[in-house]
């Protein structure tokens, strides 16, 4: 009776998305971790999905999303606070995530306490940040940001000693104090200005040594950020010139002595999406900051974060798309349209069909991403990783925006409506393009490899070459890939050798790690001469539909 309104009953409506184990039901997940050697981590994975897909979790989430966090500039006496507030369910997701270790969890071999290490710690990680950014991804941001710092900081030893055991410790402690006196850091990044973002050299903001300078030397710190996310970070790697070289800084909150640090935000941005995370704007006034590694090292320094937050853009999309396939799938399963189930009908079947392949790729794609970074020590792991980084993070974080609005659409009315969570994973899918290297700069990077670091290309043909014969087409695909590079490459081809790479390294992926049906409707579809790939739902005759959902999201 609860159902009954005066005028109506409630039918037809799909039941409410709750208990639903995130690792549990995902098979391309599963089946990526096996192969990066991470299958010792399943039932701590499993823990995990199990707690994040509850109505409960995805209840926070909203929370955190529609509660948005507000700065206060001041006190109310009027001096300088600069503290940003959060609602408790962001506070609750942040501590999730460092009891999971998201934010250090691929360098827990550098753990000194007896904690889990070895061969799948980064894919294990990887799986857990994967799972999360389904539920609430914004909170995300200062999580990545402290896990890549960590290879950034180590360019300073003496510093990176003193901060390690609070970088990864598994305890959140928001509580806005110096480092010393905490139990748990996390770290932001501030390089974008006004005046650029891609182009960092063009940065205004200078830092003075305040005795002689050198690596692990005090600076102070002037100019602003127009970009500078999560800023209740403990501290911040700044970029600022000294002289005419470019360097990169430890910004803390707080000076040595104690006393509250020169970062004067100036406003939270208003965004289309990412809406639990706070994007300030922010001045500094000589803000006390360590030099990291030696001046001019700013952008060497800070790629290395970079490469590492490129990673998690990645997971974080892949892991949206693979939320919004699953609630698309989940409605299509139980609403009912002309008599039949819309799972049923023979477009929507290939819609989702054509949906699983590209979540079945991103996450083969992000979580092989995830196993070379842990294994760069091993040449063909690090020039795979040169290679497929940017080509990663452009294509999945690229594919993601139209899957999300086909997801959305799935639900027909019921998906343009914020009550659900389909309409914030659509707003929240382009950021992980824009930030951290936008779309064309990612292609650039891989031009860079492809015209002047030609062993890493040639490592990368190599590893596509492993399945020939498997396919006809992929080896077409592949033929016609290295006549092109053969053919002499130029910048605005940049984007089309980028796809290609993509595509044929999904396809590589999931004829060795997927089901044969999986790999063929891939194969069909994103190798196809014709490019005959525009809106999701076209797929060629003869392949199993059903099949392909049902190997991508089990029900
Ligand atoms: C929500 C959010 C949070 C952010 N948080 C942070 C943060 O915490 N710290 C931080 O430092 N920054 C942050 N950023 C900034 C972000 O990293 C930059 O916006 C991004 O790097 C792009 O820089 P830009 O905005 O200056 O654009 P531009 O550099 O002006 O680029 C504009 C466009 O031109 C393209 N382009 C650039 N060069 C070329 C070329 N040679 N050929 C072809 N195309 C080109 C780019 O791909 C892009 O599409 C954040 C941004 C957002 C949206």
């Avoid at 391309?28 to 990066?36: D, G, Q, S, T, V």
């Avoid at 990176?160 to 959140?172: D, E, G, N, V, W």
């Avoid at 970029?239 to 939270?268: E, I, K, M, Y």
């Avoid at 992926?509 to 190798?527: D, F, K, N, Q």
């Amino acid at each position: 009776m609860e159902n009954q309104f005066d005028t109506h009953e409630v039918f037809n409506q799909p039941p409410v998305y709750d208990h639903v184990n995130l690792y549990e039901t995902d098979a391309p997940l599963k089946a990526a971790l096996a192969a990066e050697g991470a299958g010792w981590a399943a039932m701590d994975l499993n823990r995990f999905g199990a707690q994040l897909g509850t109505a409960e979790a995805f209840h926070q989430a909203h929370l955190a999303n529609t509660r948005l966090p507000e700065l206060n500039t001041f006190d109310t006496q009027g001096h300088r606070q600069d503290t940003v507030e959060f609602h408790p369910a962001y506070h609750h997701f942040m501590d999730m995530s460092k009891r999971a270790g998201i934010h250090c969890g691929a360098f827990d071999g550098l753990a000194t306490d007896g904690r889990e290490k070895g061969l799948g710690v980064g894919a294990a990680r990887a799986a857990k940040h994967y799972m999360m950014s389904q539920v609430e991804a914004g909170h995300i941001c200062p999580i990545t940001m402290t896990h890549a710092a960590i290879p950034a900081l180590q360019n300073q030893p003496d510093l990176f000693a003193r901060l390690l055991p609070k970088l990864i410790s598994h305890t959140y402690d928001p509580t806005f104090r110096p480092i010393s006196d905490k139990s748990g850091i996390t770290i932001g990044m501030g390089m974008t200005e006004k005046q650029g973002g891609t182009d960092v050299r063009a940065n205004t903001t200078v830092a003075e040594p305040v005795e002689n300078g050198g690596a692990g030397q005090p600076y102070l710190i002037t100019g602003h950020k127009w970009f500078m996310s999560a800023p209740m970070c403990d501290a911040f790697l700044v970029l600022a010139q000294t002289g005419n070289a470019l360097s990169v800084f430890f910004v803390p909150r707080f000076r040595a002595d104690g006393s509250v640090n020169g970062l004067r935000f100036q406003r939270l941005k208003n965004k289309l999406g990412n809406k639990s995370n706070a994007s300030s704007e922010v001045e500094f006034h000589k803000a006390e900051g360590v030099l990291i590694g030696s001046e001019g090292r700013g952008i060497a320094n800070i790629m290395t974060m970079a490469n590492y937050t490129r990673l998690d853009c990645a997971l974080g999309s892949a892991g949206l798309m693979r939320q919004a396939l699953s609630r698309a799938v989940h409605h299509a399963r139980y609403r009912t349209v002309f008599q039949k189930k819309l799972i049923d009908q023979p477009m929507m079947t290939a819609l989702l069909a054509d949906m699983s392949l590209e979540v079945a790729a991103a996450t083969h794609l992000s979580i092989r991403l995830a196993g070379a970074y842990e294994r760069m020590d091993d040449p063909m792991n690090a020039a795979y990783a040169r290679l497929m980084t940017p080509v990663t993070k452009y294509w999945v974080t690229k594919r993601g925006p139209s899957l999300g609005y086909e997801a959305m659409e799935c639900l027909g009315g019921n998906g343009y409506v914020e009550d659900g969570v389909l309409a914030r994973i659509y707003r929240e899918l382009p950021v992980n393009s824009i930030w951290e290297g936008s779309g064309s700069v990612m292609c650039l990077d891989l031009m860079r490899v492809a015209m002047r670091e030609r062993e890493s290309l040639e490592a990368g043909i190599g590893w596509l070459s492993e399945v020939k014969g498997a396919s006809s087409q992929y080896d077409d695909a592949l033929a016609d890939l290295t006549d092109n590079i053969a053919g002499g490459l130029n910048e605005a081809r940049g984007r089309w050798l980028t796809e290609r790479l993509a595509t044929l390294a999904s396809a590589k992926l999931l004829m060795e790690r997927a089901p044969g049906t999986v790999a063929e409707g891939y194969i069909s579809t994103r190798l196809d001469p014709f490019g005959r790939h525009g809106a999701y739902g076209s797929l060629p005759d003869g392949l199993d539909a059903r099949a392909i959902i049902e190997a991508v999201v089990a029900f």
